[in-house]
């Protein structure tokens, strides 16, 4: 989730009745905790690709949760004296939370149980930048003025956070929806995928990409949720299986890039090099290049970005 979304949702949820009942520095303490995990944002500045795959891991675990809290809260009891320790600590640890929650909706995926499981759980329902949320979120900043009172003020804001947490279901139920779609063209197809992965598209929960690993290719389709439609939409090859590859895939580097990606595409080129570049950063509505393509030179197991 883009961080303008985490600030509103944070805002949204202290002025439907917490700031009323937590007193001063309610509504900053939740804008600011619900964006603080992403300090891992600054793995990638300080060492690329390597540590860009660490994203979503440490400050985003739930071991994590208290640490951070407690540091927020220690720093924002210097402006807020008047508040008790626990109630910040209780904030902090509540916008983090939510935090943690709309990140696990995106595609990219949170290592939520890091140290104990490396697993990168995502319920890829959401697309990273979701319009419906701004406008969801916004809308009571926007009448905020025009209401008389703090009772419909607070009012307006609770609205904001129950259509929120619809909506936040609708696209789940969207995602099954569409792994439901293409499982059933499978099946009716008389064919055993090795793996089904579903991705969001921008402008809400009515399109969603698949894509479903068949030996040497990744078949893609678009499905259309409100019609029930699943349309194909070509395939692309990935060399996985092939020598080189293989040995790529194999080591230190590969290994952990196939744990980031949720489907990983891996090109062997004509001078030998090595490609790999993930289909969930991929759109079938945002005309854009892959942003992440790593590639192995010839003979090389050291990975560099392009």
């Given at each position: 989730m883009d961080n303008l979304a985490h600030t509103l949702i944070g805002i949204g949820v202290a002025r439907s009745g917490l700031s009323r009942k937590c007193g001063p520095g309610t509504t900053l303490t939740l804008a600011v905790a619900s964006n603080l995990p992403d300090v891992d944002a600054l793995y990638a500045v300080w060492d690329g690709w390597d540590r860009f795959m660490l994203r979503r891991t440490h400050t985003h675990a739930l071991v994590s949760l208290p640490i951070l809290a407690a540091g927020l809260a220690l720093l924002l009891r210097w402006r807020y004296r008047e508040q008790s320790w626990r109630a910040l600590f209780g904030l902090c640890a509540l916008g983090i939370a939510l935090h943690i929650v709309f990140d696990l909706a995106n595609s990219f995926g949170v290592v939520v149980l890091?140290?104990?499981?490396?697993?990168?759980?995502?319920?890829?329902?959401?697309?990273?930048?979701?319009?419906?949320?701004?406008?969801?979120?916004?809308?009571?900043?926007?009448?905020?003025?025009?209401?008389?009172?703090?009772?419909?003020?607070?009012?307006?804001?609770?609205?904001?956070?129950?259509?929120?947490?619809?909506?936040?279901?609708?696209?789940?139920?969207?995602?099954?929806?569409?792994?439901?779609?293409?499982?059933?063209?499978?099946?009716?197809?008389?064919?055993?995928?090795?793996?089904?992965?579903?991705?969001?598209?921008?402008?809400?929960?009515?399109?969603?990409?698949?894509?479903?690993?068949?030996?040497?290719?990744?078949?893609?389709?678009?499905?259309?949720?409100?019609s029930g439609r699943c349309e194909p939409m070509g395939s692309v090859r990935t060399d996985r299986l092939a020598p080189r590859v293989s040995e790529v895939r194999s080591s230190p580097k590969g290994r952990d890039l196939e744990w980031f990606m949720a489907a990983p595409v891996w090109k062997l080129r004509p001078d030998g090099s090595v490609q790999v570049q993930d289909l969930r950063f991929d759109s079938f509505v945002l005309a854009r290049r892959n942003p992440f393509v790593v590639v192995f030179p010839p003979g090389g197991l050291e990975a560099v970005t392009q």
């Open positions: 890091w140290p104990f499981d490396r697993s990168r759980i995502e319920l890829s329902s959401i697309f990273i930048i979701d319009l419906a949320i701004w406008g969801i979120t916004l809308a009571p900043l926007v009448v905020h003025r025009f209401l008389a009172g703090e009772a419909a003020r607070e009012r307006a804001y609770r609205a904001s956070v129950g259509v929120l947490g619809l909506y936040a279901l609708a696209c789940v139920l969207a995602h099954a929806r569409c792994e439901s779609l293409v499982s059933r063209d499978l099946e009716a197809r008389g064919i055993q995928a090795e793996a089904i992965r579903v991705f969001p598209e921008p402008f809400g929960p009515t399109v969603f990409r698949a894509a479903t690993l068949e030996g040497s290719e990744w078949n893609l389709y678009r499905c259309r949720i409100l």
